[in-house]
């Protein structure tokens, strides 16, 4: 039984999270949404069940519809602006946690890279990951 726990927060640390046991799977998303909505090149989201996570603090979300029709919801801190978590209307109980957040991140290996359409061109990944032009189908659930 691994119990390992990760532990994160925002910026101000406001928020703070423990998650226990390892992510279903971690990926480098690259779209352009993560882009504006983080200022940065990529989010690398490691997914989670929510009764792996526990959250403190107040979390604000903003929702945007994405090409699949659903609705991505990214969850960041009111006071200093952080995104630490984004979750899916089509995937309920699992969690996408920011891995930027972490203060501790175990067993984190990230295994894609999504929307390369979007690849900023100065942003490089491992050369042996699967890339992804745009979402690819979701990886079966997690046997537990
Ligand atoms: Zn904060
Ligand atoms: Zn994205």
């Known amino acids: 039984m691994n119990e390992s726990k990760t532990t994160g927060s925002c910026l101000c ?6 998650i226990t046991g390892d992510p279903m799977f971690t990926g480098h998303c690259c779209c352009i949404d993560c882009q504006k909505a983080s200022g940065a090149d990529h989010i690398t989201l490691t997914f989670y069940t929510d009764d792996q996570l526990k959250i403190s603090g107040e979390i604000a979300e903003y929702g945007v519809v994405a090409d699949s029709g659903n609705t991505n919801y990214r969850q960041f801190c009111p006071k200093c602006g952080s995104r630490l978590f984004s979750r899916n209307s089509a995937r309920e109980g699992v969690r996408g946690v920011h891995a930027g957040t972490m203060d501790n991140p175990k067993n ?5 890279v999504l929307y390369t359409k ?5 942003d490089h990944f491992d050369k042996d990951l699967p890339c992804f032009e745009q979402m690819p189908p979701p990886p079966p659930p997690k046997e537990s």
Not at 108 to 112: D, L, Y
Not at 118 to 122: F, V
């Open 13 to 18: 640390a406001a928020v703070t999270y423990e």
């Open 108 to 112: 984190i290996k990230p295994s894609r």
């Open 118 to 122: 979007d690849q900023r061109p100065w």
